[in-house]
């Protein structure tokens, strides 16, 4: 079961105005094209993890105006009886494109595009944009975090620290589509199958008399997965030699062994090595270390890099709330209206080069290498373009023109599926766990070389020769 | 009506399995004290604003687990078939304590304190951090937004870039908490009563074949409150000027005037002192100019320094996500449980002395000047400690023991305030208002000097001499 919300207030409330505008405007049908792109990858990295896409489908299926919403607007007393009429038999009919969940996506390409009504495109633009920024900037962040851990797993530990209840529920979601192997959120196992894991914090030991007397509990609990907060005191003095001896007088005689212990605190490469080494000196090679503690993709790098001994690590604070970046800057703008059956380009100029819009309703290519299987490319097009991958494909850079590359050997995938068709669902969702797999394949069509922290390898996102001068005679306009 | 959700699930799963645990181990009833506390300012302020204490009350009366919550645990095989009962059959019977909503608040003194059978203690942990860790995050930099605009309006516009629904919603909510005058966010009106306000979007401006007809059609479908956004052109040689015509050919031959002029990116102090001049120029000394383009405290402050001539400021992302520092870094801990009918303390210990918990069930009061009315200080004592406010009262620093205040003239006010009795609500809630004029007023009793962004003057938080020798003794051993 999902947790059954009506978010359709949950819009900007210049939608509304705006939508009541157009109706008294007699503009409210005229069919118009939005994009959502984003200008910026969060941390300045190589790509962004888009995610979100269910949760707005969800949205817009579930896209009404009840009574109480009607009564509420009436007593702002703007609204026309015309325009309440319009919200209460409301009934989404828009196509949506997107791409889908899961795939790396870059600068300037619309991860999704909607064609309807004005009224309605409008009064949609805050959920899309809410939905998909806030589960990329999580999938992103998770995925930086789950590769600076090289293999090994890292858990979603968040949910105290984040950003309100979707925060932590939908952020776990998004955790998940980016790398991590789990939550420590129950609620998200429940509603969305991530897997949900934990074993104590420091009140179970404190609430005992004695450290060894909480571990003893613990374990008799539960033998066959005990894993021990080893911190509460002092780790190698008393947490570790403790674990050890409840291994021993506690689980070895039941026939079971030590799972783990957990360091929340102090220097986690110093005492994980050390613990390594109690933990081998006395037999228990399986037990795994896990570490958390105010952890993010440098320190885990750095840790590793001294050569911590670490199994797992639980990433709380930093993951779901993408402290070091806790802003993704989606944007939703109109690229055309349609007058007369025909599709006329807008444009959104501004002095600064970066956010003039590109206009026109388009298409966007991904082409791979046949050879490597690696991504070359995307390619922005207008619709009735076609590629013909039996030819070269020269792309070249939409500011910098004379940059050009010469593709051979190569086959392309048209990056946005088809969600909706006049309001109606048209797409399969995946499943979470396709979604997760489908993502570590497409990230591994990408260049190692994207995958660096600082300077990545900025990723081609090109314009093709039709649709870069159609922006270019607009912009001369 | 306030939105459904049972957020009984929103747990981290640990404090289930140590729930499981405690059951086993038949310590499922000790009577626990816990408190949730933080140690660091956000953006190293010089005090917090406390929120988020209604939707708690929301989630402990609404605290149940469903047959399918029930389902679910037991298919995870690790749970007794005692504590899937006891979860069934759960009532909340705690007692607690709380400093009410809007309050300012300092490090180290319990926000909220809980005392009941340890296996509830532990279950709500995870939504006490989430809930009060976002709304304190979010009113607190909402605060420091609002003094930088220094008597100036601020609206909170960031619903698409929050993290998350909630994020959006009880952001905003938080928001007005701590001094912003409204939201763009609808749902925040219908659900809490945060005004919500907004115009139009640039997509309106494009929608139009011109700007021209785009102003016109806003205006006379709201003549009442013409506000129109300028920048989607050319600010100063389009917007402005077609604002003012349309003042002049659409407004004034309907007796009315223009509202006010937004401007949405570009230099917003150059901006705003030259259509402020074209304005009065017009006669519309009456119009405002409201600013908005990724403003946070810091640019606001810098041009109002340079003579903006902004008579409001929406602020989006930086204010929705706390965008500079976005946690809230509060912590929940064990300080006491009862054995046979006595309160025992209990310590958490650190190599690091900031996180050594201050042991035992306690009392905090508020110390404010008689004569200035201003707060001198923050005192945590033991529970059967009185303050005879007719003497002398001599605080010192927990840490520079020899660091003193003398005290005289003063009355004191005891900051936490019952919210439950064995379960039952025992706190008549205030209204969004009341707590908004309540922090107002309470954030007026503070220092100029703790209201600096750049090292603002630090807020005493002391020990009473018995709960300071407690800590001590406890230390000593």
């Known amino acids: 079961m999902k947790i059954k919300r009506n978010l359709s207030m949950l819009t900007d409330f210049y939608e509304l105005t705006m939508g009541n505008g157009y109706l008294k405007s007699g503009m409210a049908d005229t069919v118009a094209y939005f994009d959502m792109f984003f200008r910026k990858i969060p941390d300045a990295g190589g790509f962004v993890i888009n995610a979100g896409l269910e949760q707005l489908v969800e949205y817009f299926q579930n896209l009404c105006f009840e009574d109480e919403d009607i009564e509420f607007l009436r007593s702002k007393g703007i609204f026309s009886e015309e325009f309440l009429d319009y919200l209460k038999n409301f009934k989404f009919s828009c196509d949506v494109w997107a791409i889908p969940e899961g795939t790396p996506v870059f600068p300037h390409e619309p991860l999704l595009t909607i064609r309807g009504p004005i009224i309605q495109c409008q009064l949609v633009e805050t959920m899309v944009l809410l939905t998909i920024n806030h589960q990329s900037l999580i999938a992103t962040k998770s995925n930086r975090v789950v590769r600076a851990a090289n293999g090994r797993g890292v858990m979603e530990f968040g949910s105290r620290r984040a950003q309100g209840y979707d925060g932590a529920l939908l952020g776990a979601r998004a955790a998940y589509i980016g790398g991590c192997i789990g939550t420590a959120c129950t609620l998200a196992e429940k509603e969305y199958g991530v897997p949900a894991l934990g074993t104590m914090a420091h009140s179970w030991v404190q609430s005992f008399d004695t450290e060894y007397e909480a571990f003893k509990a613990y374990a008799e609990t539960y033998p066959d997965g005990t894993l021990l907060l080893v911190d509460t005191y002092n780790t190698l003095k008393s947490g570790v030699p403790n674990a050890i001896k409840i291994h021993n007088e506690v689980l070895k005689p039941m026939g079971k062994s030590l799972s783990g212990i957990r360091i929340d605190s102090g220097d986690l490469a110093y005492l994980s090595k050390e613990a390594r080494k109690m933990l081998d000196s006395a037999g228990l090679f399986d037990c795994k270390i896990v570490a958390s503690s105010s952890l993010d993709e440098y320190l885990i790098r750095d840790i590793i890099s001294q050569g911590a001994e670490v199994d797992l690590f639980g990433v709380g604070e930093n993951l779901i709330t993408s402290k070091s970046s806790p802003v993704f800057g989606g944007v939703y703008k109109i690229v055309a209206v349609e007058k007369e059956g025909e599709i006329v380009p807008r444009i959104k100029l501004s ?127």
């Open 351 to 477: 002095d600064n080069p970066e956010k003039v819009t590109t206009p026109g309703y388009k298409r966007v290519y991904r082409f791979y290498d046949t050879n490597s299987d690696k991504a070359r490319g995307d390619l922005l097009t207008m619709p009735n373009e076609t590629i013909d991958t039996s030819r070269e494909y020269v792309l070249f850079d939409p500011v910098h023109t004379w940059k050009k590359t010469v593709l051979k050997d190569y086959y392309v995938k048209e990056l946005q599926v088809q969600v909706f068709k006049d309001g109606e669902l048209v797409y399969k969702l995946p499943t979470l766990p396709e979604i997760k797999e489908y993502s570590e394949r497409e990230v591994s069509k990408l260049w190692d070389e994207m995958m660096r922290f600082e300077f990545p390898q900025k990723y081609h996102v090109d314009l093709s020769e039709q649709l870069w001068e159609l922006k270019m005679n607009m912009l001369q306009k």
